[in-house]
């Protein structure tokens, strides 16, 4: 007999996701907390506060050379903050990397990691690190031309096979400041643009998560952000107005009728759509748990059921 929701007519077991979500499940928990650890310690803070914090944890600790002395403390801090760029930005593409394939692969394995990751304050998190001096951050100038991408492939040096690095890559773009003004760093726009999709993803149809972002105090920080002259961020920006506009009141929305009036040009909108009639709902903080419980009792069902030999206690 055809059973059109049996797992296996619905996803190949041999798939890459399936591999993937089967290698991950047992220490999934893990996996997130130290995803979020090292972004969090690559996040922007002075390098001496994030060396000498006490138990936090020193994603550096490789990158420092031995005899500090020997190197200028300029082109020091200046490669210390590139390698952190780097960090911040593969750390958030591996996390929408993995919400994407989890969500393409089966819908309950796609909540079980943002149920994982909602429930290690991953959303606070990210809108600590939006509430930065996110201008400086999208127009920072920490690259080094001879070890960027494609020039560390191509050139080879006389000796070591390696591009060297000169005096004038450090100092390049530092004389002309209304430059640097007009360029965006191409790999911070890029991680600014993974984290707000994260929290798109995670909040999306979820009412009692999208509640929280108002707990947070996330439209101000949102509409700081929205500063950022690039049109991807704007977009990402508007569609999580569009989900809490109507958990936020009238004087609010009498205030930011100029954000609401970008949503309705930018964003695609439903035939059900309900988001811009303001309706005084009773955000009653009782409901953010309830969701999470039943949504919880689901996934335990869904793992006993198809995931009994990794997980036996389930």
Not at 58 to 80: G, H, I, M, R, Y
Not at 185 to 206: P, Y
Not at 207 to 233: A, D, G, Q, Y
Request: hydrophobic share 40%; glycine share 4%; aromatic share 10%.
């Amino acid at each position: 007999e055809y059973q059109p929701l049996k797992y296996e007519a619905v996803v190949s077991t041999q798939s890459t996701g399936e591999l993937m979500y089967r290698a991950m499940l047992p220490k999934m928990e893990d996996y997130v907390i130290a995803l979020l650890k090292v972004l969090l310690a690559s996040a922007s803070t002075p390098l001496t506060k994030a060396i000498k914090t006490s138990g936090a944890l020193n994603v550096l600790a490789d990158v420092l050379p031995e005899d500090s002395n020997s190197v200028e403390p300029q082109q020091l801090q200046k490669d210390l903050s590139r390698h952190k760029e780097i960090i911040t930005k593969a750390v958030s593409a591996s996390l929408l990397l993995l919400l994407k394939h989890f969500r393409l692969n089966h819908v309950y394995q796609f909540e079980y990691i943002s149920q994982t990751m909602f429930y290690a304050n991953c959303i606070p998190l990210v809108l600590k690190f939006l509430n930065t001096d996110m201008n400086h951050f999208v127009t920072a100038e920490n690259s080094i031309p001879s070890l960027d991408f494609p020039t560390c492939l191509y050139y080879v040096g006389p000796a070591s096979g390696s591009a060297p690095v000169v005096v004038e890559d450090w100092e390049a773009g530092d004389g002309d400041e209304e430059g640097i003004r007009g360029k965006l760093c191409w790999r911070n726009i890029f991680s600014t643009i993974n984290l707000l999709r994260i929290i798109q993803k995670l909040t999306k149809w979820r009412s009692p998560r999208t509640m929280m972002l108002n707990v947070f105090k996330s439209p101000p920080i949102l509409k700081k952000t929205l500063k950022i002259p690039h049109w991807m961020v704007h977009l990402y920006v508007l569609k999580l107005f569009k989900q809490q506009a109507k958990y936020l009141g009238k004087n609010w929305r009498k205030g930011n009728m100029k954000i609401l009036s970008s949503i309705y040009q930018h964003v695609r909108h439903r035939l059900l759509d309900d988001w811009a009639y303001g309706n005084d709902l009773d955000t009653q903080q009782w409901e953010v748990p309830n969701g999470e419980q039943q949504l919880k009792a689901s996934l335990e069902t869904y793992h006993a059921m198809w995931y009994s030999d990794i997980l036996p206690d389930s």
